[in-house]
């Protein structure tokens, strides 16, 4: 390894055949070059893709009501429902679940409604929640603060607006915390400002958001005891799953819906999405790796047939090495050699222009592209790609090494 002549040897036999060295290393370094990009796209569109569950635990779901659709108990099907605070309190009491917010919003799912400042008027998402809010969706409190219980157990006046709905409503430099904003002819006092942090439309949804707290929005909006639907998380140890379907009995239980009516209660599983999620990504990497390493593989091939033509024109030459005294092992050492550092050299260049071109797409699109993100390679991915082309250019090496070994010195000597 460290045997001078061997590296000159080397360095005259690349010397000697530029072109033939560069086209065979080009194949090499285009096959890391190739698995670099791959798995840096792949990063990308798995980030991009996994923003939209930033902010929201993925054990977490969601129910809402809708209208029966089988018979049961002498109630006919198409009956609506709601759901209740007693429906809070039997669900609180189940050991599977570690949160249970109820959610009430002005105009429905997506509804949007005129809030009054002064002489600005803007048409955004209103609200009704529970301080528990921040363990199921992440919430950044740029200034003031969240709703807390005290605001629950007064049913006060009081609201968290987004960020959006403070450059809408406010000019720029004014005073927002202790101000107030009419929604539905009732007002509301400003005690906090929320800044997005998940992108894409849950962020716009965030930064357009009205919160105030779920008992004032009950009692100042007319809405009784209905709850418009549910987010739960279930404790760490209970899959999410496995606690919706608890919760779903117990619901239709409580409402005398069929215990097979599927579609009389909407639901929304985040853990089950994040895990169809995850497996896809998994299952594109896989991909990812099987083409990189085989476009590898290939390249490691076209390193090994060079090695083979290598060995037959320095036959003379390991013939009179083996005449002189050289051992195997040092024949062998000298062929592995040559292939690992071509395979190294092409490998550690291929590698080089793959980062490279991935921070300058990353440089480029920055947070432009809501479903590609950060498109870049973990430094150890890199490096377990690097290792593995040196292993594979010292097996490549083998097979010639093998062969130059097996040449006699006397037939060696007799080649031309």
Known sequence: ???????????????????????????????????????????????????????????????????????????????????????????????????????????????????????????????????????????????????????????????????RVREELFKTGEQVIGAYVRINGVYFNVIGITKAESRGQNGNSQAKKIIVPFSTFQQAFNFGDLVGWYAIVAVPEVPAAMAEKKVLALLRERHKIAPNDELAIGHWNMGEQYGKMNGLFDGINILIWFVGIGTLIAGVIGISNIMLIVVKERTREIGVKRALGATPLSIVSQIITESVCLTAISGYFGLLAGILLLELVNSVIGNEVPMFNNPTVDLQVALTALTVLVISGALAGLIPARKAVAILPVEALRAT
């Open 1 to 163: 390894m460290f045997d001078r002549d061997n590296w000159q040897e080397i360095y005259a036999t690349v010397k000697k055949n530029k072109l033939r060295t560069f086209l065979t290393s080009l194949g090499v370094g285009w096959g890391i070059f190739m698995l670099v990009i791959m798995l840096g796209a792949g990063n990308g569109l798995k980030n991009g893709v996994m923003s939209d569950f930033a902010g929201t635990a993925t054990n977490s779901f969601f129910l809402w009501t809708q209208k029966t659709t089988k018979p049961y108990k002498g109630m006919k099907p198409g009956r609506y429902f709601n759901f209740n605070n007693a429906d809070t309190k039997a669900l609180s009491a189940l050991k599977e679940l570690k949160v249970v917010s109820p959610q009430n919003q002005l105009g429905g799912w997506r509804g949007g409604n005129n809030v009054v400042r002064g002489l600005k008027t803007g048409n955004f998402e209103v609200n009704g929640a529970n301080p528990n809010m921040t363990q199921i969706e992440q919430i950044k409190i740029d200034s003031g603060r969240f709703i807390n219980e005290n605001d629950m157990n007064e049913k006060r006046k009081v609201c968290v607006i987004g960020d």
